[in-house]
C-alpha cells in the first residue's frame, strides 16, 4: 500500500479563494482525521470519521471548515472563504488498528 | 481545550545519555497513548504505543511509561543518537486520537 495520499501537496491561494485539500487513506482502515499543525497547539484535531461517517466535528474552527468523505477512498477539507490565518500545515491520517498513519500534509498559505 | 499536554517545547541532550519527554492527559476514557516522531516536510510517523491497562512498554531503546494515577506517560530514549534530533508528539487514543503540542528534541553529538 503506497500510504495516505495527500494532494495537492502545497497550495498557495488569494484570501476570499475557496481551498479544497484531499486525502486518500489506506484501504481497510475506518477511521479518518483531519489535523491541523500549529506552533501553538501541535497538531489539532478538526474532524475525525468512522466508516465514513463525520463521529465529531468540534475541532472545526468556524463554519468556513467543511470536511466529507463520500466513500472508504476518498475524503475532503474544504475551506470557503479563505483567509491569511487558515496558513498551516493540514494532516490526513487514516487508522485501522491502533496507531495512525499520517499523509505527509498540505501545506497551505493563503495571501 | 488541550486535552494532552507536553509542557516542555525543546530538550537538548548529548548523544549517549538519556531523553526523557513528558506528557500528561486530562480524559481518563483514553485506552492507548502513543508517541509519534516527526522531521521537517514530513508526516508523523508512530514510534511506540501503551495499553492503558499496561504501566511500561519497550521496544528497543524506546521505553513508554504510563502512570495512571498521574494521567501522565513519559518516553525514554537509551541511549540518543543525533539521529533522534526531530519533534515528539504525545497522542491519547479512545475513538479520537488526541495531541499534545509536541517537544522539539536535538541530540548533540
Known amino acids: 500500500d503506497a500510504g495516505v495520499i495527500q494532494s495537492p501537496r502545497h497550495e498557495v491561494t488569494e484570501m476570499g479563494q475557496e481551498v479544497t485539500l484531499r486525502c486518500k487513506p489506506i484501504?481497510?482502515?475506518?477511521?479518518l482525521f483531519w489535523y491541523r499543525q500549529t506552533m501553538m497547539r501541535g497538531l489539532e484535531l478538526l474532524i475525525y470519521f468512522n466508516n465514513n461517517v463525520p463521529i465529531d466535528d468540534s475541532g472545526m474552527p468556524e463554519d468556513r471548515f467543511s470536511a466529507k468523505m463520500p466513500n472508504a477512498s476518498f475524503s475532503t477539507l474544504k475551506i470557503q472563504p479563505s483567509e491569511p490565518r487558515d496558513s498551516a500545515v493540514y494532516f490526513c491520517?487514516?487508522?485501522?488498528?491502533?496507531?495512525?498513519?499520517f499523509g505527509q500534509g498540505t501545506r497551505l498559505t493563503v495571501v | 481545550d488541550q486535552q494532552v499536554k507536553q509542557n516542555s517545547p525543546s530538550l537538548s541532550v548529548q548523544e549517549g545519555r538519556i531523553s526523557i519527554l513528558n506528557c500528561d492527559y486530562t480524559n481518563s476514557m483514553f485506552d492507548y497513548f502513543l508517541w509519534y516522531k516527526k522531521y521537517p516536510a514530513e508526516g508523523p510517523t508512530f514510534l511506540i504505543s501503551i495499553s492503558s491497562i499496561k504501566d511500561k512498554n519497550e521496544d528497543g531503546r524506546f521505553t513508554v511509561f504510563l502512570n495512571k494515577s498521574a494521567k501522565h506517560l513519559s518516553l525514554h530514549i537509551v541511549p540518543s543518537q543525533p539521529g533522534d534530533s526531530a519533534v515528539y508528539f504525545c497522542?491519547?487514543?479512545?475513538?479520537?486520537?488526541?495531541f499534545g503540542a509536541g517537544t522539539r528534541l536535538t541530540v548533540k553529538p
Open positions: 497522542a491519547a487514543s479512545g475513538g479520537d486520537m488526541r
Open positions: 484501504s481497510g482502515h475506518d477511521y
Open positions: 491520517a487514516s487508522r485501522g488498528g491502533t496507531e495512525a498513519f
